[in-house]
């Protein structure tokens, strides 16, 4: 049987990677703080089912659209993006929304959640080769 086939790594695998690509839509949120009309973007989190499949069905995650004249180029968790539905008060004359206080809860959250799944992974890799013998 495969690492790839077991369904709680590749769970973790997906949430890695999901924080990921997280990290970089925080990251561009708060390099365009001053762009004019701006808005914040965020994820929209991944759901698993009971056994860490993708509760969708589906091996790749679905494409969510948040409203209905949304355009957006891929798949993955790349392209699941969601409105930062709270920036409305914030907005600045420039139409700017983008609350780096915010923002930057968000990127020490992130950050903490993905150390979280990559120590869960490596122990879960390590506990594997265990059982195998290898370690």
């Known amino acids: 049987m495969p690492i790839n086939d077991i369904s709680a790594l590749a769970a973790l695998r997906t949430r890695m990677q999901w924080h990921q690509e997280r990290q970089r ?12 009309n701006f808005k914040p973007r965020d994820l929209v989190e991944p759901k698993f089912d009971a ?3 993708n509760a969708s069905g589906g091996a ?3 494409m969510v659209h ?3 004249g ?4 891929g798949s993955g968790p790349a ?10 008060f914030q907005t600045r004359p420039a139409g700017n929304a983008v609350n780096l206080e915010d ?3 968000k990127v020490s959250a992130n950050q903490m959640d993905y150390a979280a799944a990559t120590s869960l992974y490596s122990r879960s890799l390590r506990l594997l080769k265990m ?5």
């Open 79 to 88: 392209s699941q993006f969601d409105q930062n539905r709270h920036a409305g």
């Open 70 to 73: 949304q355009n957006i180029a």
């Open 60 to 62: 790749a995650l679905a």
């Open 66 to 68: 948040t409203t209905s």
């Open 25 to 36: 839509v925080l990251a561009e949120n708060i390099s365009n703080s001053d762009t004019p």
């Open 131 to 135: 059982a195998v013998g290898k370690a």
């Open 103 to 105: 923002q930057m809860l």
């Open 51 to 53: 056994r860490g499949g």
